[in-house]
């Protein structure tokens, strides 16, 4: 069977360069979830100095801290985001979510065969 086409959509954010998108994004949401950087890291199959320095580039690009970052003793470190980092992350998916729909509906509009 043949495959539909369909839209795709990539928001990212940018000054001169890019800095921030749906892998930024992805990284926040699993650090919250793993409570670690680590964590994260290791379900994205990325290494930490890179996730770092994509972490930092955001956060000075947008001129506040995304991450809490807590040293740990026996029981390893700990990452959160902060306030402002969350509600900056809950603002990029939901503006995502708004684009991805006026994208379906602007497609069904331009290409009503695919569509259906």
Request: charged letters at 35%.
């Amino acid at each position: 069977m043949e495959e539909k086409i369909r839209p795709a959509l990539r928001l990212t954010l940018e000054k001169e360069e890019r800095f921030f998108g749906p892998g930024v994004a992805r990284i926040l949401e699993l650090i919250e979830k793993k409570g670690s950087i680590q964590g994260a890291c290791n379900e994205m199959g990325m290494s930490y100095s890179k996730s770092w320095k994509i972490i930092k580039r955001a956060e000075k690009e947008l001129g506040f801290h995304l991450l809490s970052s807590h040293n740990g003793g026996n029981s390893g470190g700990k990452s959160e985001l902060t306030e402002q980092g969350s509600l900056f992350l809950a603002r990029y998916r939901e503006m995502e979510k708004e684009l991805t729909e006026k994208m379906e509906e602007l497609f069904g509009q331009y290409f009503p065969q695919e569509s259906d």
